[in-house]
C-alpha cells in the first residue's frame, strides 16, 4: 500500500485563491478525487478523476495534477468553503486517503 | 435521489465483534457500475478506507485491518454489511458507508455517503 501526503493546514483570506496539495509516489499513474468534509458530515466528492468536477460543485473547485503532486485550488475563497479537504486514489490492491488539510478561511 | 443509511449498535464492548449494516435506496445495489464501501473515521482524525463490495462478493479490503474485517452482501434487500472482529478502544470511530465508482474495473471514487454512525467501543 502506498501513502498520500497533505499539509495539515492551509489559511487564506476571503476572496484569495487557496491551494492544497497532495502528494503521492503512485499518483502519476492514478487518478485523484477530493472530498469536503464539513464538522458533523460526511464528505463529499468536489473533484474526480483529477480535475472534473461533479454536477453541483461550484466553479470555484478546481484539480491539477503534476508529477506526484495534485493540487486541489479553491478560486474566490468564500467562508463556506472552510472545511476539511481530503485526497483519495486507488490501485490494484485498495483505496488511500491522504492525512487531510483543515482550510480556515480568515 | 440514492441514499445510505449505517445501521447497528452504537456500543461494543473491548474484544467483541462490530457489525453494521448499509441500507441503499433509490437505487440497486446490483448495478454494474458501482461497489460499495466502508470507511471510518476515528474522533477528530481522518479518514480511513475499511474495504469494499462488488454485488457479486467480490471484495478489496484494507491491508491493515483485513484479518478482522468481512464485508458481504445481500441483493435481495439491496444490504451490505461490516463485521469487524477483535474490537479495542481503537476502533472508535464514526463508520460511514459510501458507493464507489469504477474506472476500469477498479473501485475508484466515492460518490454518495451515508450520514455515518457512531460506534464506541468501551466495556
Known amino acids: 500500500s502506498y501513502e498520500l501526503t497533505q499539509p495539515p493546514s492551509v489559511s487564506v483570506s476571503p476572496g484569495q485563491t487557496a491551494r492544497i496539495t497532495c502528494s503521492g509516489d503512485a499518483l502519476p499513474k492514478q487518478y485523484a478525487y477530493w472530498y469536503q468534509q464539513k464538522p458533523g458530515q460526511a464528505p463529499v466528492l468536489v473533484i474526480y478523476?483529477?480535475?472534473e468536477r461533479p454536477s453541483g460543485i461550484p466553479e470555484r473547485f478546481s484539480g491539477s495534477s503534476s508529477g506526484t503532486t495534485v493540487t486541489l485550488t479553491i478560486s474566490g475563497v468564500q467562508a463556506e468553503d472552510e472545511a476539511d479537504y481530503y485526497c483519495?486514489?486507488?490501485?490494484?490492491?485498495?483505496?488511500?486517503f491522504g492525512g487531510g488539510t483543515k482550510l480556515t478561511v480568515l | 435521489q440514492l441514499q445510505l443509511q449505517e445501521s447497528g449498535p452504537g456500543l461494543v464492548k473491548p474484544s467483541e465483534t462490530l457489525s453494521l449494516t448499509c441500507t441503499v435506496s433509490g437505487g440497486s445495489i446490483s448495478s454494474s457500475s458501482y461497489y460499495w464501501g466502508w470507511i471510518r473515521q476515528p474522533p477528530g482524525k481522518g479518514l480511513e478506507w475499511i474495504g469494499s463490495i462488488y454485488y457479486s462478493g467480490s471484495t478489496y479490503y484494507n491491508p491493515s485491518l483485513k484479518s478482522r474485517v468481512t464485508i458481504s452482501v445481500d441483493t435481495s434487500k439491496n444490504q451490505f454489511s461490516l463485521k469487524l472482529s477483535s474490537v479495542t478502544a481503537a476502533d472508535t470511530a464514526v463508520y460511514y458507508c459510501?458507493?464507489?465508482?469504477?474506472?476500469?474495473?477498479?473501485?475508484?471514487?466515492?460518490?454518495?455517503w451515508g450520514q455515518g454512525t457512531l460506534v464506541t467501543v468501551s466495556s
Open positions: 459510501a458507493r464507489q465508482g469504477i474506472i476500469a474495473a477498479r473501485p475508484e471514487f466515492f460518490d454518495y
Open positions: 478523476k483529477d480535475s
Open positions: 483519495q486514489s486507488a490501485d490494484s490492491s485498495g483505496t488511500v
